[in-house]
């Protein structure tokens, strides 16, 4: 069954970076779009950023552009986001997003704070 488990999440200081990772498993990786979301508290859970299956094309929400950085290891099953110039309003749960025919599929997520 399809499973995506993310990991990487923290406190940390505004202008502050993280690294957030999703393994995945279940299905074939390579052939598969991969997207983040973000929940924070109160609000509706929403999109962040999508990488294509090679990696050759990556998007990005406005509110996050020029900040994060979406990609990919095809041989290690796993998706990245490079987060760098953290700002409160980041503080959101993470989550790891992939569509699998049809059917939507989410990780249980991974907490990011970002308070001094």
């Known amino acids: 069954q399809v499973q995506l488990v993310e990991s990487g999440g923290g406190l940390v200081q505004p202008g502050g970076s993280l690294r957030l990772s999703c393994a995945a498993s279940?299905?074939?990786?390579?052939?598969?779009?991969m997207r983040w979301y973000r929940q924070a508290p109160g609000k509706e859970r929403e999109w962040v950023a999508l990488?294509?299956?090679?990696?050759?094309?990556?998007n990005y929400a406005d509110s996050v552009k020029g900040r994060f950085t979406i990609s990919r290891d095809n041989a290690k099953n796993t998706v990245y986001l490079q987060m760098n110039s953290l700002k409160p309003e980041d503080t959101a749960v993470y989550y790891c997003?992939?569509?699998?025919?049809?059917?939507?599929?989410w990780g249980l997520g991974t907490q990011v704070t970002v308070s001094s």
């Open positions: 997003n992939v569509v699998v025919q049809y059917a939507n599929y």
């Open positions: 279940g299905f074939t990786f390579s052939m598969n779009y």
């Open positions: 990488i294509s299956n090679t990696g050759g094309s990556t």
